[in-house]
């Protein structure tokens, strides 16, 4: 996939995920599409030329020129608000991309897959999902999902449907779902050697979040014995 430069976008549909979130679809005229884990920048520019400028990762994959993104709320952010609370189909905006090349799946790996997501880091593997489920690929996928309580989880819908093919586990950092059996709080250690691959099936890793739980997890994996060259990260925040 090529990079270009600032590609004007319009919004073409928004759908409600969380109380903080939404799916957003733009139609990008020139798109040439992007791999399953890559980002884009977002650029808005205001009525006096003040212009903001953020990344996002993709959730759609493949060619066309249609992008989806997940985007949560940073409520102090300058780009988030704007895109959760207030924008509108029809409305114009431009994007940078496909940018990144070192966090992306490729369906010609039939090696495990281990996607572990914090939060809205959930947006490039889902893309990942996707990919496998269209390739046909026989890749054995596994997905950590870890999440504040059941309401914050963004496309719970379709992480349901993904089907016996891929092993979906949940962490609940603040408050469980009813029936809920297993431990409230962070991704620890211990959970992970529950949930995720084994070191010795070698699996690529995926890890997307926050810094602090990036950061977290992957010091695990490696303590674990992860080859620290097939743990790959993507983070946001501070």
Excluded at 182 to 187: A, C, D, I, L, Y
Excluded at 208 to 234: I, K, M, Q, S
Aim: hydrophobic letters at 40%.
């Amino acid at each position: 996939m090529t990079v270009g430069g600032w590609l004007p976008a319009t919004l073409a549909a928004v759908e409600p995920s969380t109380p903080t979130a939404r799916v957003l679809r733009l139609a990008v005229p020139g798109w040439t599409g992007n791999l399953p884990g890559q980002h884009l920048d977002l650029r808005l520019t205001a009525e006096d030329g003040y212009q903001a400028v953020r990344s996002y990762s993709i959730a759609s994959f493949g060619p066309g020129e249609h992008v989806e993104l997940g985007v949560d709320e940073v409520p102090d952010g300058e780009v988030s608000p704007y895109l959760v609370l207030d924008a509108r189909p029809g409305d114009a905006l431009e994007v940078k991309g496909p940018l990144g090349a070192y966090f992306v799946w490729h369906d010609d790996d039939p090696t495990p897959v281990q996607l572990i997501a914090g939060g809205s880091g959930i947006v490039p593997l889902i893309a990942m999902a996707r990919a496998r489920a269209r390739s046909g690929s026989s890749a054995p996928f596994r997905l950590l999902y870890s999440v504040r309580r059941p309401a914050d989880a963004m496309y719970r819908d379709e992480i349901a449907s993904l089907g016996p093919d891929i092993d979906v586990s949940w962490a609940y950092t603040r408050e469980a779902p009813e029936g809920w059996s297993g431990p409230v709080g962070r991704v620890s250690r211990e959970l992970l050697q529950d949930a995720a691959w084994s070191p010795t099936e070698k699996p690529a890793v995926f890890v997307c979040g926050p810094t602090g739980f990036v950061e977290t997890v992957a010091t695990a994996l490696v303590a674990l014995g992860h080859d620290p060259a097939r743990v790959r990260t993507e983070r946001f925040g501070g």
